[in-house]
């Protein structure tokens, strides 16, 4: 599975817009690109996914590089509530086991 | 509905004592996963199923077993509990029979230490 490199950490106040970048050079046609959060004592849940165009979604927005080397997970106005661990995972689409491979993230901090 | 629950909660063991870490899902996704995580890293893979009957190995296998005698239930078994296997223990299920992207979801988590 090709890897991902997220800063290990950042910090936002909350009601401001936030931005998560992921790096991915090594990225193939067929991976999307898969963010995950987790929060404090909880197991990770779905975020955002895309392929090569910018996502949106209730929860957040995904924007892609052109060349895919690189997105960012993007949200609008952050609540304390998204204070979280921030995974992004590359994965290739297909049926069966999806074995998501997680790298350390980003602790996302969000100051009242 | 209630997703997917795991058992215990938490649970302190003896080395060399057996311990079977309990997941069940009401969703009727066909694919079912067993994650470790380690403390301040993420989630690493230990065994997973694609469906009822059929199981793969994750990355860190060693030390543990699973079965999958149906679509509901992926028990993990630890057979002779070591010190290393202290950790917090998740399951996932996914629809992955559907293609394209399956979400994966996951459950509370079992905190396990063994001494």
């Known amino acids: 599975d090709a890897k991902t490199t997220q800063p290990n950490s950042m910090e936002s106040n909350e009601e401001e817009p936030v931005h998560l970048p992921c790096n991915h050079s090594?990225?193939?046609?067929?991976?999307?690109i898969h963010w995950y959060r987790q929060l404090p004592s909880q197991g990770p849940e779905y975020v955002i996914h895309?392929?090569?165009s910018n996502v949106n979604n209730r929860m957040a927005s995904l924007a892609i590089a052109e060349d895919r080397k690189s997105s960012t997970l993007i949200l609008h106005r952050a609540t304390l509530r998204d204070a979280a661990v921030y995974y992004c995972?590359?994965?290739?689409?297909?049926?069966?086991?999806?074995?998501?491979?997680f790298g350390q993230g980003t602790r996302l901090t969000i100051n009242p | 509905i209630a997703g997917i629950t795991q058992a215990p909660t938490s649970q302190i063991l003896a080395a060399g004592r057996r311990m079977t870490l309990r997941c069940t899902q009401d969703?009727?996704?066909?694919?079912m996963y067993w994650y470790r995580q380690d403390l301040g890293l993420g989630l690493r893979l230990i065994h997973y199923?694609?469906?009822?009957?059929?199981?793969g190995k994750g990355e860190v296998p060693d030390g543990y077993s699973v079965s999958r005698a149906n679509t509901d239930d992926f028990p993990l078994t630890l057979a002779s509990a070591v010190p290393s296997q202290t950790s917090v223990y998740f399951c996932?299920?996914?629809?992955?029979?559907?293609?394209?992207?399956?979400?994966?979801?996951f459950g509370p988590g079992t905190r396990l230490t063994v001494l």
């Open positions: 969703m009727r996704h066909n694919a």
């Open positions: 090594t990225i193939s046609g067929t991976d999307y």
């Open positions: 996932a299920s996914s629809d992955s029979l559907a293609g394209g992207y399956n979400e994966q979801f």
């Open positions: 995972i590359l994965r290739a689409v297909g049926r069966g086991a999806q074995k998501l491979v």
């Open positions: 895309g392929l090569t």
């Open positions: 199923s694609n469906t009822a009957g059929t199981t």
